[in-house]
């Protein structure tokens, strides 16, 4: 594939974060998404220097959002550069207008999950950084989210029962990949909105980060880093001890929970379960206040209850159970 090129500390980073974390196993057919910017190419350039320990099968994919007037030739750009390195290469270009980043991220995500879908790719995987997690840190600190906002951009999730989303270069920082493309000469796609200081992630990328690294921490980022790595474990252990309690707790018809059984859990796990169960019962993503309202019946008196949610459920309190019925 590749030609074989110099060893770098990095290399040996990633492949040992990949060994120790048995994220992309031996022979799995590999999908990676590549924007052309620095960090997914430097994530294929390791990628396709590891392939021969590892025997993965390699392939590229690319989705161009129309959203830039270089988007065509972005992606006329990652192209070649799959060719030159004689590697597979996907495409999707969106046919509708994408309104929002979120929407943008939503189709690419979708598309991408197709590509691998039709082809057989085990993992998906993206060259997110540990400057990714900090920054997404942040925005989401502003925006209130708990501890599992806040543990997001995890190493890896399912993206489907057959295909896993991989990001083996989450305690790499931007500027060492900046490094590594440097190094191999790779040819880096700039990308115009990334300067576009109307989007608030890059607000935080280039006015927030630079300043809390001069006042306060030059290690901000890994720092920041630090701190998700350390919510991601809290957040699978409490999310397990929830899905036993909600066992306990939950009526066979899977429309009540019991309060005396809640009534002596922790608050944090008392929050989850209920949230795990009105995610399962209603199938929408209900906000702080809804699950609020609902964890505060575990103690409130007979027959209260809550607002209508989305859909026209309430939650009723009947004796020892917290009821969902339907209007
Ligand atoms: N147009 C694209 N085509 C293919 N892959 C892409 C594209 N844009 C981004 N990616 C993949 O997603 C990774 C993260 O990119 P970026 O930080 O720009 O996206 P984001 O919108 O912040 O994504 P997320 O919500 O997943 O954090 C890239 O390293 C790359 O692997």
Known sequence: ??????????????HQTLRSRQLLPRQRRLLIAVSGGQD???????????????????????CDHRWRADSEANAAHVQQLAQSWQVEFYQRTATQALPSEAAARAWRYQALTEIAQAHAYQCLVTGHTASDRAETLLYNLMRGSGADGLQALTWQRALSPE????????????????????????????????QDLKYARNRIRQELLPYLQQHFNPQVEKALAQATELLQADVEYLEQAAIVLRQQAQHPSQRGLNRLVLGSAPLALQRRVVRQFLQAALTKALNFEQIEKVTNLITAPNRSQTDPFPGGAIAVVEGEWIWLKQL
């Not at 060492?176 to 115009?192: G, I, K, R, Y």
């Open 1 to 14: 594939m590749s030609a074989p090129s110099t060893w770098t500390p990095l290399h040996a980073k990633v």
């Open 40 to 62: 997914s190419l430097c994530l294929a350039k390791l990628l396709l220097d590891l392939q021969p320990k590892w025997n993965w099968q390699v392939a590229i994919a690319h």
């Open 163 to 194: 295909i896993m989303l991989v990001r083996p270069l989450l305690n790499l920082t931007r500027p060492e990949t900046a490094q590594f493309c440097q190094v191999f000469n790779l040819p880096v796609w700039e990308d115009s909105t990334n």
